[in-house]
Structures are given as C-alpha cells and as structure tokens.
C-alpha cells in the first residue's frame, strides 16, 4: 500500500523566517502530489499541487519541491506569517490505487 | 470559501438516534467524497461517488450510509453510532474521479460527537 509520512508532527518558527515541511512517500509509482491546510475549525485548504514530471513548483510564498529517488516532498513557505499557523497535510495519488492518501499532518506554529 | 459547504456545522447525537449529514457542491463538479477526520490521524476515506454513482466504499461500517442524489449533493445517514465514531467528517468534491488525479476542494466539516 501507499504510506505517506511527515518528519515532525510540529514545526515552530519565528516570524518572517522560512519554513519547510517535509512528507516522505513509498509508492514509486506515484505522480500526482498536493498539499493543503487545515486551519482551526476548517477544512483542508488546497496550497498547491506539483506532477511527477517536474521537481519544482512554486507559487505564491511557497515552492513545492518533489524529489523522486528518494520519494520525498517538501512544502517551503517563504517569509512565514501568523496567517500561516495551521496543520499542513502532503497528499498523495497513486494511479494504482485511483485515490488521494493523506499524511497525519504537521502543525506550523508562528511566534512573532 | 471554497464552494462546497456541509450542514450541520456541530452535531450531538446519542448512540440510538438518527440523523444525516448534508453536502453540497456548487463548482459543478462530477465526484463527491466523504472523509473522516480523527485526532492525530490521517484522513480516512468513506466514500466516493463520481456521476452519482458509488464508486468506492472502504470498509466502512453499514451505519454510515451514503446518498448521492445528483452531482451537487452528497448525505451521510447516521444510524446506531458508537462513541469511536466521534470525529469531523468532511465532504470533498473534485472535478473528475481521481484517475489522473484532480485536487479536492473540502467543506469546513461536521464536528460529530456521539454520546
């Protein structure tokens, strides 16, 4: 089956530094990868998504990068604000399985 | 707000009671999820309708039972719960079934807390 882990089940930093969360996944056959979060009393918010056809994706304050020899994915988030204290999820699709497979979630706690 | 909205916010119910939760969708989306969201664990998948069909039920117990009347709605039935089964559920829609993979726009979930 498709595990999918997070290194650290809380992340603290200072405001305005960057972040990284990172989720490790087994299924080599994976290929398509999100993550989301999940504010107090919310659902998962989706962040951004990256294909197994390219390593890196960024977007608005964040970059996804996907590194598949090792099947490893990190979520950076550029400048981290109070806004962003939340519970980040990586999620997974394996073609093999037709569904998405979630992390256990890693809490992003920001300290001004 | 991410156009999938679920009712009630916050439910209390005893173990012999009855009750449904509601989902819609309004991004015109053609599959609908059902998720269960327990404390320190992954999200686990219920349910999955694409087109108003169910296409996959993961071993989920018979009183959890799913309705799907159209594209836009999505009910869970409660009946005869157990205490374990206090969670958050949330809905989810996504543009097509996930083959090929599709992100899921999730509602803010139902905080059910069974007594």
């Known amino acids: 089956g498709e595990n999918v882990g997070l290194h650290l089940p809380t992340l603290s930093v200072q405001e305005g530094d960057n972040s990284i969360i990172n989720c490790a996944y087994s299924?080599?056959?994976?290929?398509?990868f999100i993550w989301y979060k999940q504010e107090s009393g919310k659902g998962p918010q989706f962040i951004i998504d990256?294909?197994?056809?390219?390593d890196k994706r960024q977007g608005q304050r964040v970059t996804v990068l996907l590194n598949k020899t090792v099947k490893h994915l990190s979520l950076q988030i550029a400048a981290t604000q109070p806004g962003d204290s939340a519970v980040y999820f990586c999620?997974?699709?394996?073609?093999?399985?037709?569904?998405?497979?979630f992390g256990a979630g890693t809490r992003l706690a920001v300290h001004p | 707000e991410t156009g999938v909205t679920q009712t009630p916010r916050h439910l209390v119910m005893g173990m012999t009671n009855k009750k449904s939760l509601k989902c819609e969708q309004h991004?015109?989306?053609?599959?609908m999820y059902w998720y269960k969201q327990s404390a320190k664990k992954p999200l686990e998948l219920m349910f999955v309708?694409?087109?108003?069909?169910?296409?996959e039920n993961n071993s989920v117990p018979s009183r959890f039972s799913p309705e799907c009347p159209n594209s836009s709605h999505l009910f869970l039935h409660l009946h005869t719960l157990q205490p374990e089964d206090s969670a958050l559920y949330l809905c989810?829609?996504?543009?097509?079934?996930?083959?090929?993979?599709?992100?899921?726009?999730f509602g803010p979930g139902t905080r059910l807390t069974v007594t």
């Open positions: 989810a829609s996504s543009q097509d079934r996930p083959a090929g993979g599709h992100e899921q726009y």
């Open positions: 299924n080599s056959a994976s290929d398509y």
């Open positions: 990256i294909r197994s056809n390219m």
């Open positions: 999620a997974v699709f394996s073609g093999g399985y037709n569904k998405l497979i």
């Open positions: 991004l015109g989306h053609n599959a």
């Open positions: 309708y694409s087109l108003e069909e169910r296409v």
